[in-house]
C-alpha cells in the first residue's frame, strides 16, 4: 500500500514552474529518497505535502485519502533550513511544537523525557536555546520532528550540520522508526546514505520527474554491461580469447597482474565471457561493473539538461 | 481553534516573561509617580524662608506686606542707599525698593535687588500684594467705597454656562476644554497603542521568518492562524501593560501620598489658588474672585454632561479594531522583508495615516463636525483616531455606526490582503522585495 500518492502536481510561480506534472508513489514503511539538484522543485513538492502550499493543479492522496488538515499530525517534518526560537528554553519550546501537532501535554512531557535522556541532552531542558551549540539544536528538531510518532517522515538534508558520530545516531534512529513502521521522505545530496539507506527514489530535475522506482531496479537499468577482470597471463592470448563476447576497454598492468575493463557485446552474457578467458589467464578477480547512484544522478541531470536548455530559451 | 490558544498562549507568555516587559512595567509607574509626586516633594523640601529688606519711602506699604510661609519681610528703618551699600554684610536675600513717589506713577520704579534669586512664586506674590494694596490706598484716597467696588465686581463677574440643547427638550451644560482634552488623550493612546504593539508584531514575525522556525510551525498550522495567533497575543499583551500600569500608578501613588505627602494636598490648593491668582493679577476686574471649592463640582458636572460609557465603549473599540487591523498590515511587512533594513519603504504608507489623524486632530478639535473631520472619521486607515477625537463633542449615531461599519471591513479587507501577502512572504529568502512583487503575491494560490 502507498502512503503517499501525489498526482499530476503541478506548481507555477510567477516566472517559473516549479513542478511540471510530477507524480509520486511512497509505499509505506519503506524509505524513500527523493533527489534532485538545488533549484530542481524537491521544496515546493515537500511543502505541498506538508500543506504549507498548494498545487495549482494535481492531488495528493495520504493513504488513500485526499490530503486533509487533518493529516498534519500524521506527518513529521524536518526542514533543510532549521531554526528555533532563539530566546525560548529548549523543552518549553519542544513542548510547544508537539502540542502544535496536537500531542496531549502530558504525554509529549513523559515522551520528550525519553527522548532528551536517548540522546544525552537532559540537561539543557532549561537552557535557551541560543546557549545551545548547533548540534545540540539540531537534536532538538530531530527530536521535535519524530516525538509524535508520525506516519511519514519528511527528512529535509537530514545529516547536514551532524558530526559522524551524530550523524550515524540519527541514521540509526531513521532504520529504527523504519522498523517500527514508519515511513520515510527524504531529500538529500548525499548519494551514499540514499544507496545506504533508500528503497526507492525518485529524481526531479527541472521541475520533473525523471526518474523512479526502486534503488535495485534502478542500478539494475542503468548497469553498463561492463565487466571488470583482474587476471595474470598473456596479454595478448586474453585479448584474443574474448572472441566476439567483448571488447577491452580500459586496462592497467601492475606488474603480472593485468586489470581489465570488457564492454559485453549485446547478447552476450557474463558467463559466455568467463568461460572463453578461463583456459588462457589465471583469474584473480572478475566482477560487473555496476554505476553508483552518484554516477546515475549525474549522468541523469546532465541529460535532462542538455534537452532542456533549449525548451528554457522561449519561457 | 485549539492551535491559535496555542500560539497566542506562547506569544503572550513569552512576551510577559521579558526581562524587558517586567522592567518597563515597574519602571513605568514609578516614572509616572515620581513626575506627578517628586515637584511637589520638592517644594516640600524649601523650608528655608527668603528674606526681603523692604526699603519703603513711601510708608504706604510698612509692616503690611502679607507674610508667605516661603518669604518674610523686614521694614528696617534706614535708607536705600545705606541698605544698598550694606547689602552683603547682612543675611537678606533680596531689597524691595519702594520709591515715594509711587502713587503718582512712580510704581514702575519699585525694584527688588536681589543677591540670591527669590522663588518665582514670592516674587509673583510680592508683585500681586503690591499691586493690589496700591489699588485698593488709590481708591481709598478718592472716597470711593472699597465694598461697594468688591460688591459690584462680585456681581458682574461671570463665566458664560454653554447648554446644548437636543430635540427631545434635553438640555446639557458642556465644557470645551474638558472635551477637547479627553479626546485628545484617548487619542494619543491609541496612536501610541498600535504603533508600539504594531512594530512588535512585525518583529516578531521577523524573527520567526530569519531563524526558520516559520517552516516547522506551518507544517502544523496555517499561515492565517500563526499570524492571527501573533496579533491577538500581542494585544493581549499590550492590554496587561495598560492594566498593570494603571493599577499600580495608582497603587504607589495613594501609597506615597499616604507615607509621605501627608500634608501636600493642602499646599497644593495653596499653590493652585496661587496660580490662578497670579493669573487673574494681570486682570483687575476679576481680582480677588475665586471659587475654589465650586471647581471640582464644576468638572464632576462636566463629566456627568458627557455620556461616558458610550465613550469608553467606543474607545475599546477603537482601540483594538484599529489595533488589529493595523497590525495585520504590520505582519505583513515583516513577512515580506529580510531585514530591519529593508521595512523602511513599506512601513512609510502603514505610518502616514497614523501621523496625519493625529496631525489634523488639532483641526478636528476646532471644528469636530467640519467636513474634514466627518470624512477622516468615516475613513478606516484614520477612524480611530479621528473618530475618537470628535468622540466627546456629541456625534450623532448613524456616523458613528457607519463608521465602525467600514472600519469593521477595513479590517477584514487588509487583513485579507495582509495574509496574502504573509503567507508567501514567510517563505521567501533573499530576495528583496518591491511592490510589483507584492502585488503579484495577493493573486497566488495557496
Not at chain 1, 487533518?70 to 528554553?89: S, V
Not at chain 2, 463633542?393 to 504573509?422: C, E
Request: charged residues 20%; contains cysteine; glycine residues 6%.
Amino acid at each position: 500500500m502507498n502512503i503517499l500518492s501525489a498526482k499530476n502536481i503541478v506548481k507555477r510561480y510567477a516566472s517559473h514552474t516549479a513542478l511540471d506534472d510530477v507524480s509520486l508513489d511512497i509505499p509505506a514503511q519503506s524509505i524513500f529518497g527523493l533527489l534532485g539538484p538545488n533549484g530542481a522543485g524537491k521544496t515546493s513538492l515537500i511543502r505541498i505535502i506538508n500543506q504549507i502550499t498548494g498545487p495549482d493543479s494535481g492531488e495528493v492522496f495520504f493513504e488513500n485519502e485526499k490530503l486533509a488538515q487533518k493529516h498534519i499530525e500524521q506527518i513529521g517534518y524536518l526542514p533543510e533550513e532549521r531554526g528555533l526560537y532563539k530566546k525560548m528554553e529548549v523543552g518549553e519550546q519542544a513542548l510547544y511544537l508537539a502540542q502544535l501537532k496536537g500531542m496531549k501535554k502530558a504525554e509529549a512531557k513523559k515522551k520528550l523525557k525519553y527522548w532528551f535522556e536517548k540522546f544525552e541532552i537532559d540537561a539543557w531542558w532549561n537552557k535557551k536555546v541560543e546557549e545551545l551549540s548547533k548540534g545540540m539544536q539540531q537534536k532538538v528538531q530531530f527530536i521535535v520532528t519524530v516525538l509524535h510518532e508520525p506516519k511519514l517522515l519528511i527528512l529535509d538534508e537530514p545529516f547536514s550540520g551532524f558530526d559522524p558520530i551524530n550523524a550515524n545516531l540519527i541514521k540509526n534512529e531513521i532504520l529504527d522508526l523504519k522498523k517500527k513502521g514508519s515511513t520515510i521522505l527524504f531529500s538529500t545530496h548525499n548519494m551514499g546514505s540514499v544507496e545506504e539507506l533508500c528503497d526507492n527514489i525518485a529524481l526531479i530535475n527541472r521541475s520533473k520527474k525523471i526518474v523512479d522506482g526502486s534503488v535495485k531496479d534502478i542500478r539494475k537499468e542503468n548497469k553498463s554491461n561492463i565487466i571488470e577482470i583482474e587476471f595474470s597471463g598473456n596479454m595478448m592470448g586474453f585479448t584474443n580469447s574474448l572472441w566476439t563476447f567483448g571488447k577491452l576497454g580500459e586496462h592497467s598492468i601492475d606488474g603480472d597482474v593485468t586489470k581489465a575493463q570488457i564492454q559485453l557485446t549485446p547478447g552476450s552474457t557474463s558467463n559466455q565471457l568467463l568461460s572463453s578467458v578461463l583456459p588462457v589467464v589465471e583469474i584473480h578477480s572478475f566482477k560487473e561493473v555496476v554505476p553508483s547512484m552518484n554516477d546515475i544522478f549525474i549522468k541523469k541531470v546532465s541529460e535532462g539538461n542538455a534537452v532542456g536548455t533549449q525548451s528554457n530559451f522561449t519561457e | 481553534m485549539n492551535k491559535i490558544l496555542l500560539i497566542i498562549k506562547r506569544e503572550y507568555l513569552s512576551r510577559v516573561k521579558k526581562k524587558s516587559f517586567i522592567l518597563m512595567t515597574i519602571l513605568g509607574p514609578i516614572l509616572m509617580v515620581g513626575i506627578m509626586v517628586v515637584p511637589i516633594w520638592l517644594s516640600m523640601q524649601k523650608t528655608e524662608k527668603q528674606k526681603v529688606e523692604v526699603i519703603d519711602e513711601s510708608y504706604l506699604f510698612t509692616d503690611l506686606i502679607p507674610e508667605k510661609d516661603i518669604v518674610h519681610f523686614d521694614y528696617p528703618p534706614t535708607t536705600f542707599q545705606k541698605a544698598y551699600d550694606g547689602f552683603f554684610d547682612t543675611d537678606y536675600d533680596a531689597i524691595l525698593w519702594i520709591p515715594k513717589n509711587v502713587l503718582n506713577g512712580g510704581q514702575k520704579g519699585i525694584n527688588l535687588y536681589y543677591k540670591k534669586q527669590l522663588s518665582n512664586s514670592a516674587q509673583q506674590h510680592i508683585q500681586y500684594s503690591i499691586s493690589k494694596m496700591l489699588y485698593e490706598v488709590m481708591l481709598a484716597k478718592n472716597n470711593v467705597n472699597l465694598n461697594l467696588i468688591k460688591d459690584a465686581k462680585d456681581k458682574s463677574t461671570f463665566s458664560m454656562l454653554t447648554t446644548q440643547v437636543d430635540e427631545s427638550g434635553k438640555k446639557k451644560n458642556t465644557n470645551t476644554d474638558l472635551y477637547m482634552a479627553i479626546g485628545f488623550v484617548s487619542a494619543i493612546m491609541i496612536y501610541f497603542f498600535i504603533f508600539m504593539y504594531g512594530v512588535q508584531v512585525m518583529r516578531g514575525v521577523m524573527e520567526e521568518k530569519t531563524s526558520r522556525i516559520v517552516e516547522v510551525i506551518l507544517s502544523s498550522v496555517k499561515p492565517f492562524q500563526l499570524m492571527m495567533g501573533k496579533i491577538v497575543g500581542v494585544a493581549l499583551v499590550g492590554l496587561t501593560q495598560f492594566l498593570l500600569w494603571v493599577i499600580l500608578s495608582t497603587t504607589l501613588y495613594s501609597f506615597v501620598a499616604a507615607t509621605f505627602l501627608k500634608d501636600v494636598e493642602m499646599k497644593q490648593i495653596q499653590a493652585k489658588e496661587e496660580v490662578i491668582k497670579i493669573g487673574e493679577n494681570l486682570d483687575f476686574d476679576k481680582m480677588g474672585k475665586i471659587e475654589q471649592p465650586s471647581e471640582a463640582v464644576q468638572f464632576l458636572n462636566d463629566l456627568k454632561s458627557l455620556d461616558v460609557s458610550k465613550i469608553v465603549l467606543c474607545f475599546i473599540f477603537y482601540f483594538l479594531v484599529g489595533y488589529l487591523m493595523y497590525s495585520a498590515l504590520f505582519a505583513a511587512v515583516g513577512a515580506a522583508v529580510d531585514s530591519d533594513a529593508d521595512t523602511n519603504q513599506f512601513m512609510l504608507p502603514i505610518t502616514i495615516p497614523l501621523i496625519f489623524s493625529i496631525a489634523i486632530a488639532q483641526v478636528v478639535m476646532q471644528d469636530p463636525n467640519g467636513s474634514l473631520a466627518v470624512w477622516f472619521s468615516m475613513i478606516p486607515l484614520t477612524s480611530p483616531i479621528v473618530m475618537m477625537v470628535r468622540m466627546p463633542f456629541d456625534v450623532p449615531n448613524w456616523q458613528i455606526g457607519l463608521s465602525m461599519l467600514f472600519l469593521v471591513l477595513g479590517f477584514f479587507l487588509t487583513t485579507w490582503l495582509a495574509g496574502k501577502i504573509y503567507r508567501t512572504g514567510i517563505l521567501m529568502y533573499g530576495k528583496k522585495v518591491s511592490w510589483k512583487e507584492l502585488g503579484k503575491w495577493l493573486f497566488y494560490r495557496g
